[in-house]
């Protein structure tokens, strides 16, 4: 069974950048999407972004689009999360997952990372 790690959050100030990691241990076939979701405290978890393993065509959430970037190395079977122009309102627990469909709901994924806590605050 395919396990995921996610790190490298942390407490960055407005505007500031942050790169997240998704490492993978095990297979990820090419059809299949990795994704960030991120739920903040008295929140649903929401979707932030997705890439499909093996074409890399990639997707994202309005609210992130222009400032995140999904992407991933297939020989180090890690996906990454660049997070520039970080404003307050992002602040939250990001998580990655494994699908083997695109979706923006959590449901379809059935591989969880522990989330890892990105707090953006002066």
Known sequence: QLQLVDTG????QPGGPLRLSCAAFGRIYSSAFIAWFRQAPGKEREFVAAIRWGTGRTY???SVKGRFTISRVGA??????QMNSLKTEDTA???C???VELSCTPSPYREWGR???V???S
């Open 9 to 12: 959050g942390g407490l960055v």
């Open 60 to 62: 994202y959430a309005d």
């Open 76 to 81: 180090e079977n890690t996906a990454y999360l």
């Open 93 to 95: 627990v990001y998580f």
């Open 97 to 99: 997952a494994r699908g």
């Open 115 to 117: 989330g890892t806590q």
């Open 119 to 121: 707090t953006v605050s």
